[in-house]
T-cell receptor
Framework: AQSVTQLGSHVSVSEGALVLLRCNYS??????LFWYVQYPNQGLQLLLK??????LVKGINGFEAEFKKSETSFHLTKPSAHMSDAAEYFCASQAGGYQKVTFGTGTKLQVIP | DGGITQSPKYLFRKEGQNVTLSCEQNLNHDAMYWYRQDPGQGLRLIYYSQIVNDFQKGDIAEGYSVSREKKESFPLTVTSAQKNPTAFYLC?????????????FGSGTRLTVV
C-alpha cells in the first residue's frame, strides 16, 4: 500500500523567505508524485507533477520540487515567499497502475509580512 | 473553457435526510472521483468511476451512493446512514491518458448537518 507523509501541518515563513514544504512517500514501485494547492473554500489546483522524467520539476507560481528516490522524498520549494502563497498544500502519490491517488494530510502555509 | 462544476456550493441537511451533490464535467474525461475533506485529515476517497455505468467503492463509501449514467455526470448521494456527513466534498476527474497528468478538481460543496 502506498502512503504519503507531510511533515508539519502548519508552516510560517516571512515574506521573501524560502518556502520548504516536506513530503515523503512510501511505495513499492516508482510512483507518480504531485503537489496541489488549495485556497480557502476552493478546490485543489495542480502545482506540479513528477512522472519519472527529470527529477527536478518546475511548476506554476515559481514552485519546484525534487524527487529523491534514496530519501523517498518530494519536497516543495520556492525561493521567495509572496503573500499570495498563503494556502494549504497537499502532496499526493499514485503508483502501480492503481487507479487512485493517495493524499497527504496537508500543510497550511502562512506568510508573514 | 472546460472544467468541473459542482453544485450547490453550500448545502444544509436535516437529520435523516438524503441529499445529492452534483458534479458535471465538460473535459471529456473518462474517470471521475469523489473525495471528502475534513480538517487535518487530507482527502479521503469515497467512490470512483472509470467508465459509464461502472463505479467502485473507495476507502469511506459507507453511507454514500453514486451513479454514472453519463460520461459528464457523477452525482453523489449522502444518505441518512452517513452519521457524520458534515464536510467539504470535492469531485475530480482525470483524462484518458491516466493519472500521471493529475486530477482536475471542482470547487467543492460544503455540506452541513443542521
Amino acid at each position: 500500500a502506498q502512503s504519503v507523509t507531510q511533515l508539519g501541518s502548519h508552516v510560517s515563513v516571512s515574506e521573501g523567505a524560502l518556502v520548504l514544504l516536506r513530503c515523503n512517500y512510501s511505495s513499492s514501485v516508482p510512483p507518480y508524485l504531485f503537489w496541489y494547492v488549495q485556497y480557502p473554500n476552493q478546490g485543489l489546483q495542480l502545482l506540479l507533477k513528477y512522472t519519472s522524467a527529470a527529477t527536478l520539476v518546475k511548476g506554476i507560481n515559481g514552485f519546484e520540487a525534487e524527487f529523491k528516490k534514496s530519501e523517498t522524498s518530494f519536497h516543495l520549494t520556492k525561493p521567495s515567499a509572496h503573500m499570495s502563497d498563503a494556502a494549504e498544500y497537499f502532496c499526493a502519490s499514485q503508483a502501480g497502475g492503481y487507479q487512485k491517488v493517495t493524499f497527504g494530510t496537508g500543510t497550511k502555509l502562512q506568510v508573514i509580512p | 473553457d472546460g472544467g468541473i462544476t459542482q453544485s450547490p456550493k453550500y448545502l444544509f441537511r436535516k437529520e435523516g435526510q438524503n441529499v445529492t451533490l452534483s458534479c458535471e464535467q465538460n473535459l471529456n474525461h473518462d474517470a471521475m472521483y469523489w473525495y471528502r475533506q475534513d480538517p487535518g485529515q487530507g482527502l479521503r476517497l469515497i467512490y470512483y468511476s472509470q467508465i459509464v455505468n461502472d463505479f467502485q467503492k473507495g476507502d469511506i463509501a459507507e453511507g454514500y451512493s453514486v451513479s454514472r449514467e453519463k460520461k459528464e455526470s457523477f452525482p453523489l448521494t449522502v444518505t441518512s446512514a452517513q452519521k457524520n456527513p458534515t464536510a467539504f466534498y470535492l469531485c475530480a476527474s482525470s483524462p484518458p491518458q491516466g493519472l500521471r497528468l493529475g486530477y482536475t478538481f471542482g470547487s467543492g460543496t460544503r455540506l452541513t448537518v443542521v
